[in-house]
């Protein structure tokens, strides 16, 4: 596809589930960033991924929270036995090479994930 | 503490008036400052880019004007249009580091 892709769209859970989630990156981009978006909230960093090295996790809020890229293109974060602080819209960015100043973030439409 | 503040939090107009939105930052040191545009339901959209030296940009009628001295970032929309309607985020990136985000402004556009 021609943008960077994210599933599923939406998804409800129960408080304690473990959930998965998934993006697609625009083909080519070396960089996949996550955020998170909370209501009323700017967009708070989560995880980056620059080509083959280690990720930056430094925006990662629990160890509850993990994410992987595997072949260095789709990534999956993972957020185990989820609380209900844990709703918001989970967003998905690549860029072609994380590294320049004036790189340009291409985002997803991002999973609005909800916690019951 | 680097932070990136706009204003107002949201703002309605009618279809057809111009409006300007305002962002204050604080981050330090100061690499560029983008405007993204966030419709409802989906994700940010870059609009404008700028560099330290750079004091005014345009995209269609998006203007959006940087003042380092005073760290102030504006976007005018000129003519506004139904669609419009959507969140402007401000996003300043501190030197070759992350990107601090904006709560960003809510503007309706009214037929």
């Known amino acids: 596809g021609a943008g960077v892709s994210q599933s599923p769209s939406n998804k409800v859970t129960e408080k304690g589930k473990d959930v998965e989630l998934r993006c697609d990156p625009i083909?080519?981009?070396?960089?996949l960033y996550w955020y998170r978006q909370s209501l009323g909230q700017g967009l708070e960093f989560l995880i980056y991924?620059?080509?083959?090295?280690?990720?930056?996790k430094s925006g990662l809020p629990s160890d509850r929270f993990s994410a992987e890229r595997t072949g260095g293109s789709v990534s999956t974060l993972t957020i185990q036995r989820t609380q209900q602080e844990d709703s918001a819209v989970y967003l998905c960015a690549s860029s072609l090479a994380g590294g320049a100043i004036t790189d340009t973030q291409y985002f997803g439409p991002g999973t609005r994930l909800t916690v019951l | 503490k680097n932070q990136v503040e706009q204003s107002p939090q949201s703002l309605i107009i009618l279809e057809g008036k111009n409006c300007t939105l305002q962002c204050n930052y604080t981050v330090s040191p100061f690499s560029n400052l983008r405007w993204y545009k966030q419709d409802t339901g989906r994700g940010p959209v870059s609009l404008t880019i700028?560099?330290?030296?750079?004091n005014t940009k345009s995209n269609g009628r998006y203007t959006a004007t940087l003042d380092a001295d005073t760290k102030q970032s504006s976007l005018h929309i000129t003519a506004s249009q139904l669609s419009d309607s959507a969140s402007y985020i401000c996003v300043v990136r501190r030197g070759n580091e992350k990107l601090t985000f904006g709560t960003g402004t809510r503007l309706t556009i009214i037929p």
């Open positions: 083909s080519g981009h070396t960089a």
């Open positions: 991924f620059q080509g083959n090295s280690a990720p930056d």
């Open positions: 700028m560099t330290f030296s750079e």
